[in-house]
């Protein structure tokens, strides 16, 4: 079992859609990161969070300590979001870095 | 001006060779690190270094050595390259150890060994 798990794996939007994709996770934490990896390959950092909400533009990055739990949601999707979204957490013991297996978005016209 | 570059970005080799992935980041970053994704798209740490030493050194076979000059360089060597090193690597930077304002990626280089 991965340290990381993101639900769901794969998910098709219309554009418009409000959009969710959650990671859960087994290990204490520092932080938690959110990624988004373009078609061509690019990896981009979204959000880091240890507690708490953040907001950059249409996304929204939450977290629940307690419950182990984060979202990342997308307001009115668009094409351009479709990307393979990444959760990943940097533990608070060892430096262990966990990465979830990815969400593959894809946002249809 | 890019923040994070890696070089090359495609490499295709034989097995057996020796090859070396380059990369540096000009962000003034203390941490930096090498990530492997696989054909599954699985992303993995492999090592990180801070201020030039080596802090997370995961499972990775010791054909794999991490060497970093100065704290804006972190380079690959792989020794004796086999068919499973074929993947995306990627290179990423941050301001410290705990992933401080987040992670800088590079573009990767997708190495294939043949």
Known sequence: KNEVEQSPQNLTAQEGEFITINCSYSVGI????????????GIVS????????????????????????????ITASHPRDSAVY???VSSNTGNQFYFGTGTSLTVIP | DTAVSQTPKYL???????????????????????YKQDSKKFLKIMFSYN????????????????????????????????LGDSAVYFCASSQNEQGASGYTFGSGTRLTVV
């Open chain 1, 86 to 88: 990444i959760c990943a």
């Open chain 1, 46 to 73: 979204l959000f880091m969070l240890s507690s708490g909400k953040k907001k950059h533009g249409r996304l929204i990055a939450t977290i629940n300590i307690q419950e182990k739990h984060s979202s990342l949601h």
């Open chain 2, 51 to 82: 201020n030039k030493e080596l802090i997370i050194n995961e499972t990775v076979p010791n054909r794999f050595s991490p060497k970093s000059p100065d704290k804006a360089h972190l380079n690959l060597h792989i020794n004796s390259l086999e």
């Open chain 2, 12 to 34: 295709v080799t034989q097995m057996g060779n020796d090859k070396s992935i380059k990369c540096e980041q000009n962000l003034g970053h203390d941490t930096m690190y090498w």
């Open chain 1, 30 to 41: 520092s932080a938690l990161h959110w990624l988004q990896q373009h078609p061509g390959g």
